[in-house]
């Protein structure tokens, strides 16, 4: 008998241009939190969709529970009792919980209805055994962000699985909801499941991982105990080299208002006001961050700035100049750069090749065209490479290659390395290191940095406290459409923001907190 619950021998899996795995030993023991660690493009959500079925692997073998399985399809996966929770949740926001929960497998009475009574009871039984504190009857799209995953873990309880892949798992979450997960990875653990953990977040595997797998490119470098590897040192397996936590910023100095927003309200895509009179402003050389549980007019207030949406009421004023009624292109002409928080929907054109990617705000420019209005290829390649070899952005088939193609971190840094280049009077950053290896984290905050110490004004909006916290020149934290407080950087502790965003006042933040010597 095996003593690995889960064996992925051998493991290789090609895509057109990209060697996705290469020959990748994962070997899980039961019982564990095993953590798999990588750069973007490593292969670790290949590997793990290859687990749960999502693709066929070239060559290698599964085994599970020391049987040689062949797992062509998610619901292989589910026979075999593994689930798996995908960075973006896959729940139907105006059902409930337990509808969610049993959607495709409904439990139905002899006259053949639907038995929501009994799996409301089976929930509620999960719920408490776990500890997960989830109401069966409430509708998805009134209960928080937190709760919405742990919904995704009770549909892989609901199916009987012990072995759970977890992707990302706290991407959009609040210090308070991440310590919540760390506690309930703990709790799953005592009841016996097996739990692979994907994250880039060093300090959750330190939390919560008994051992943890690196891929670096494809391939195999090790399988390590946690307890005996520090976090600089699984940084540099990751990444082949040491990597920098700390971030230098020159000293502060401020230039001229470049964005006075006054009074500004929002609308979301159901009619309802998610912006709610902010008012504030940003100078040149400062970051000025918004710290923020997702939906609570962060979006909304991104698109009213870039003109993907019009504001309700207020002012946007772009050097003292009105640009509230504005285009989109008249924005960006103005100098406006924004990188966006959905990088498929807002970032790029994935169908497109990598070099008209890079050039698709300003192709139309003398630079990239001729006076015919004829695109030069040869100028966008040459711009293109320049860009891929600066960033460390990973393509397999050079400038010409799709960009849907790329994987989800190198799309961000194409993104990224485009805005830039445009030398932007006002720089919007959302979400910018979601998704990424530590090593591009490093190198992206560390642009962000360069840009603000050249005078450039950036507004950054962020679920990461901590890349709020290390980045920003000021704070302001947003709950409901609204500031809680605007504070100078170091004012406030992780867990004061955390509170706050939570929708605590800033006066009450220290009643929330015990504050240790």
Known sequence: MSNYTIEMLGITKQFPGVLANDKVNLQVK??????????????????????FGSYDADAGEIKIRGKNVKI????????????????????????????????????????????????EKRVKELSDQYGLKVNPKDKIEDISVGMQQRVEILKMLYRNADILILDEPSAVLTPQEIDDLMNIIRRLKNEGKTIILITHKLKEIKAVA???????????IDT????????????EMMVGRPVHFDIDKAPLKLGETVLNVEKLQVKDYRGHLAVQNLSFSIKKGEIFGIAGVDGNGQTELIYALTGLVHA??????????????????????????????????????LDFSLGENAVLKN????????NLGVLQYQIISEHTNKLIKEYDIRVGEGVSQKAGSLSGGNQQKLIIAREVALSPEL??????????????????????????????????????????????????????????????????TENEIGFMMAGAQAKDRLKNEVIHE
């Open 30 to 51: 039961q019982n564990e939190v095993h953590a798999l660690l990588g750069e973007n493009g490593a292969g670790k959500s290949t590997l793990m969709s290859i687990l």
């Open 72 to 119: 062509k399809s998610p619901n292989d996966a589910t026979v075999l009792g593994i689930g798996m929770v995908h960075q973006h949740f896959k729940l139907v926001t105006n059902y409930t919980v337990t509808e969610n929960i049993v959607l495709g497998i409904e439990s139905k009475t002899k006259l053949g209805l639907l038995d929501l009574k009994k799996a």
């Open 210 to 220: 008994d051992r943890c797998t690196v891929l670096r490119r494809g391939k195999y």
């Open 224 to 235: 390590i105990e946690v307890k005996n590897v520090s976090e600089e040192k699984m940084a």
């Open 312 to 349: 309700e009421a207020g002012t946007i004023k772009l050097h003292d100049k009105d640009i509230t009624k504005q285009s989109i292109k008249e924005r960006i002409q103005a100098g406006i750069g924004h990188i966006p928080e959905d990088r498929h929907r807002h970032g790029l054109v």
């Open 363 to 370: 192709y139309d420019t003398k630079e990239f065209s001729n």
């Open 427 to 492: 720089l919007i950053v959302a979400q910018p290191t979601r998704g990424l290896d530590v090593g591009a984290i490093e190198y992206i905050r560390k642009r962000l940095v360069e840009e603000r110490d050249k005078g450039r004004a950036i507004l950054l909006i962020s679920f990461e406290l901590e890349e709020i916290m290390s980045l920003c020149d000021r704070i302001a934290i947003i709950s409901k459409g609204e500031f809680a407080g605007i504070f100078n950087e170091g004012e406030l």
